[in-house]
């Protein structure tokens, strides 16, 4: 398939402006794509191409804090009541009144928030590998091993050493975890060179941390409704940092949910197999 056409601008929304990529017909049911940490919009590389030839309007912000979009200060611009109005403000923008919507990794997190809050706007959510945070800390008290596994969350609370850490020696400690993270061969040395081009821009670090920051400080809702819009949850098995019960939980706060293994992918199952998951997203997706 050759290189999809992709259209690139900023949008206004309020006070913050979004870098957005753009690709398939004009005319075609408007689907948000998420992207997760470490990653921006160019995430999302091997799904736009199928996913525009089947019919849909691909919206994929680069999500505040990260690659050309602004970087609000201070960890409350990263709060995720703030971050699931960014979709809905971005929705408003692009004349569009309901959306499909999809994440990966904390693509998920506000995607799942977002489908609680607004189901007025959300028709149909697809997930990859996150959980809905309204399960996490129920979860974290009844598994230990999440807890382990969360321990670089924890970490990156810690003021300054993170960013430091993270953006040494042309980003290579974020290169490391996407390496080891993943299959072999799934991230090669240009894609790791376009990602760490946006990490090093002047605060980017920072910013993506905010997200975490945010959610290990900032009080939400413990009671988020459950999501009204009917669900997929892809889940990577061999995901180093989510034990496969959170997509189970998740599944409780969804009213019409069902969740789709992938015993051999991991944590960045888009990548991994990318044909495998651009075939489920289609049939769930398309009209």
């Keep these: 398939m050759p290189d999809p056409v992709v259209s690139?601008?900023?949008?206004?929304?309020?006070s913050l402006r979004l870098h957005l990529a753009e690709a398939g017909p004009g005319d075609g049911p408007p689907t948000i794509l998420l992207h997760g940490f470490p990653e921006f919009w160019f995430?999302?590389?091997?799904?736009i191409g199928p996913l525009a030839e089947s019919g849909l309007r691909l919206l994929i912000p680069d999500?505040?804090?990260?690659?050309?979009?602004?970087?609000?200060?201070?960890?409350?611009?990263?709060?995720?009541?703030?971050?699931?109005?960014?979709?809905?403000?971005?929705?408003d923008a692009c004349g569009v009144t309901r959306f499909r919507l999809v994440g990966h990794d904390w693509g998920g997190l506000v995607a799942f928030w977002t489908a609680s809050f607004f189901p007025e706007r959300v028709e149909r959510l697809a997930v990859l590998n996150a959980f809905h945070p309204g399960v996490f800390g129920p979860y974290l008290r009844r598994h230990p091993g999440q807890v382990l596994r969360s321990a670089y969350a924890g970490a990156f609370q810690l003021p300054l050493l993170p960013e430091r850490l993270l953006t040494a020696r042309n980003?290579?400690?974020?290169?490391?975890?996407?390496?080891?993270?993943?299959?072999?061969?799934?991230?090669?040395?240009?894609?790791?060179?376009?990602?760490a081009r946006e990490w090093l821009r002047p605060g980017a670090v920072t910013a993506m941390l905010g997200w975490y920051r945010a959610l290990a400080r900032l009080p939400r809702d413990r009671h988020p409704p459950k999501v009204a819009a009917p669900t997929l949850i892809l889940w990577g098995e061999r995901d180093q940092a989510l034990q496969p019960g959170l997509a189970t939980a998740s599944l409780a706060l969804c009213?019409?949910?069902?969740?789709?293994?992938?015993?051999?992918?991991t944590h960045w199952v888009q990548h991994d197999l990318p044909e495998a998951v651009n075939a489920a997203l289609i049939d769930f997706l398309r009209p």
């Design 8 to 14: 690139h601008r900023h949008v206004a929304l309020g």
């Design 255 to 265: 009213e019409r949910g069902r969740l789709q293994r992938f015993p051999e992918a």
């Design 63 to 91: 999500q505040r804090g990260y690659g050309l979009s602004d970087r609000p200060k201070g960890i409350a611009a990263y709060h995720l009541d703030r971050l699931a109005r960014d979709v809905i403000a971005l929705a």
């Design 43 to 47: 995430g999302w590389r091997h799904q």
């Design 171 to 195: 980003g290579h400690l974020l290169r490391e975890l996407m390496r080891r993270s993943s299959d072999s061969g799934t991230f090669g040395e240009a894609d790791l060179d376009a990602y």
